[in-house]
């Protein structure tokens, strides 16, 4: 069983999911993403390139961005097939062509080259030609970069095979999740059905038994009274007593499954488990991300400053690495635990380069991403742009050439967005995932929930008259036998008519389909208080409404009616449906109000809270007012939520 607190964080779930569909996240973290590693290579070409080669290097790069985000990392429908291969094929000489004119002004780009393949091909095939690109960057950057002194060889390939294989983990993770996403959103409404589906068909079993039982038998007896009216008066008169005797029962049993299903109970099915959702892959895919620096690092460190640096810097890095990874993924944490423990990363990653110099390198990324999954939106956004805002600066104070100077910069600016979407898009979404696992049962229970609540309304608004009908016309057979035959066999056949109606609607409660015409209903209103001798008066205003507004007015007016029958002496009752001034209107009016037992407000019962209920989904209003020993009950839908509520 669930805690108060489990309860409270899955109804803080749906909120949150109901505002940003975690889909939507997804996909905003893997566009930035993609967005980001694509523009690493913007500096290079812009200060290093001019004229044609600028234009080239720039319709290239476009057209790779433009491929990556419209066919590679698109969720439906996936790329496979002859045409999957050719496009990579195609990626690729976009992609590695340039590489040896421009080298490493594409950065991180060949990188996406990877990631793609793990997305295309059979994960057999995939991750060899992942590692197989990822490793050929070192090569393809040594031919063309080894004029960036003071770098070494080790160095460079070392910081190619990092940045390639980060950018490549970022593309395939985030893409891989957001499809993830997507299925489990997809997994979760599947459920939510099979339960809703569930809950039907037990409970058209209960109406079954409960009421079509009672049902069958009182049309099977009335027809048994129309054959011994004639002949045998008083046995005549017997059956109807049983009949009488069922249609109360009926009745009962209407107020049983009311009460019995709004209970929301135990043993909800939630169908199979969903094997896609994999929350750990997020966390994996991160951790890996977070491991790839660290490797580039702590080469860059140990060629320069030996093997004691690089031993601390890698201390520096795996603490850095296990509190990312704790503090994105706990549950438990307090603000005041977040805010201390985003304070050590914040040491963490100042603290390396602040020890063991520039080579170091900077993290400010990471510490980025963190920040925007742990803490409230304000406080990220501050340490957001104080993080941004010093990894660029650090770059701007270095002593170099102007050119170079302004290329790390912009490059730092880049690249830290990109490492901050990277951890934030595969930290959020591995949560996200997570949290749609969990709340699965939450799902179907309100589902199920739901689904109870609406059956009970409509067994309780679509039957009650129906069977008040059966019982008043019983009643009246009864006394009419002997002293008006002919009107007792009239009175009997719309007896057998309400029976056969009550059926219907057990029918059309369980399958969902519910619409009641105004018209028929209007006639049937009529008929069953005439037959309690009340005075009906029925008109018609303007034209009828349309179809799903006139169902909803229809039910509405069979409670109404049942109202009248149950809880009033009315001996007249005005109705009037239509349209008035531009909107669709109902008004029920009758005398000799029993005002204790109709009052609007909380004890006023089911049918009133059901009618009210029916009329604000369609956007309507419900209104009631006492007048003396009048009693009005009015709706109105506004002319602008007819055709919504018309609409499928």
């Known amino acids: 069983m669930s805690t108060g607190s489990d309860q409270a964080g899955h109804r803080r779930l749906h909120a949150r999911l109901g505002r940003v569909p975690a889909r939507r996240i997804a996909i905003a973290c893997l566009v930035l993403t993609v967005l980001c590693y694509g523009a690493t290579a913007l500096p290079g070409i812009l200060l290093f390139t001019t004229g044609t080669d600028r234009i080239v290097s720039l319709a290239l790069l476009l057209m790779v961005m433009g491929l990556q985000l419209g066919y590679f990392s698109r969720v439906e429908p996936r790329p496979s097939g002859p045409w999957a291969y050719l496009a990579l094929l195609a990626y690729a000489a976009l992609v590695v062509v340039p590489h040896f004119l421009y080298g490493p002004l594409w950065r991180h780009v060949p990188g996406m080259l990877a990631g793609n393949a793990l997305l295309v091909l ?12 990822v490793l050929s960057l070192a090569p393809l950057t ?21 940045g390639g294989a980060v950018a490549g983990i970022a593309v395939f993770g985030l893409t891989t999740l957001v499809r993830l996403v997507a299925e489990a959103e997809k997994a979760r409404d599947e459920v939510r059905r099979t339960a809703v589906e569930q809950e039907r068909l037990r409970i058209a079993g209960d109406l079954h038994d409960l009421l079509g039982q009672s049902l069958s038998a009182v049309a099977l007896r009335g027809q048994l009274v129309a054959r011994l009216m004639a002949e045998h008066a008083d046995r005549a008169r017997a059956e109807l007593t049983e009949v009488l005797v069922l249609a109360r029962a009926a009745l009962s049993d209407v107020r049983t499954v009311v009460g019995v299903r709004r209970e929301l109970g135990n043993g909800v099915s939630t169908g199979p488990p969903v094997s896609l959702l994999t929350p750990q892959l997020g966390v994996g895919l991160l951790a890996a991300v977070l491991l790839a620096e660290l490797a580039a690092d702590v080469v860059v460190i140990q060629q320069e400053s ?3 640096a690089a031993t601390g810097l890698a201390a520096f890095r795996l603490a850095q690495v296990v509190l990312v990874l704790y503090l994105t993924q706990s549950r438990t944490l307090l603000p005041l635990g977040r805010a201390a423990g985003l304070g050590a990363l914040a040491l963490l990653t100042w603290g390396a380069p602040a020890t063991l110099g520039y080579l170091a390198g900077h993290q400010e990324g990471v510490l980025i991403g963190t920040a925007l999954v742990v803490l409230p939106r304000v406080l990220a956004g501050i340490v957001f742009v104080a993080a941004w805002a010093a990894a660029v600066g650090f770059e701007l104070v270095q002593d170099s050439a102007p050119a170079i100077i302004a290329e790390r910069a912009v490059n730092a600016a880049v690249n830290t967005m990109a490492l901050a979407m990277t951890v934030y898009g595969l930290a959020t979404v591995a949560r996200l995932v997570a949290d749609l696992r969990a709340a699965r049962a939450n799902v179907s229970q309100i589902a199920v929930a739901r689904e109870r609540v609406r059956l009970s309304q409509d067994v309780h608004d679509l039957l009650g008259l129906s069977l008040s009908a059966v019982a008043l016309k019983t009643e009246l ?8 035959p002919e009107r007792a066999r009239t009175e009997l056949d719309q007896l057998l008519e309400s029976a056969r109606l009550a059926l219907a609607d057990v029918r059309s409660i369980t399958s969902g389909h519910r619409g009641l015409s105004l018209p028929d209903e209007c006639r049937f209103v009529e008929q069953t208080l005439s037959a309690a001798d ?21 039910t509405v007016l069979r409670e ?7 809880h009033s002496k009315a001996e007249w009752c005005e109705i009037v449906v239509g349209r008035r001034a531009g909107a669709a209107v109902l008004e029920v009016t009758n005398d000799v109000l029993d005002t204790p037992r109709t009052k609007d407000g909380p004890g006023g019962g089911n049918g009133l809270r059901n009618m009210r209920e029916r009329v604000v989904a369609v956007g309507g209003e419900l209104s009631t007012s006492t007048d003396g020993q009048l009693y009005r009950l009015a709706v109105r839908i506004p002319r602008r939520r007819l055709r919504a509520a018309a609409s499928p």
């Open 534 to 554: 009340v005075r009906v008066t029925v008109t018609q205003v303007g034209e009828l409404p349309e179809e799903a507004v006139a169902s909803v007015l229809a």
């Open 306 to 308: 030996g093997p004691l």
């Open 142 to 162: 040594l031919a063309t970069a080894l004029f960036l002194a003071p770098n070494t060889p080790l160095q460079v390939s070392v910081g190619a095979i990092a």
């Open 560 to 566: 109404a009616a049942t109202n009248v029958l149950r």
């Open 122 to 133: 059979p994960m057999v095939v995939g991750v060899p030609v992942f590692v197989l690109v």
């Open 477 to 484: 057979v009864g006394k009419l036998v002997t002293s008006d």
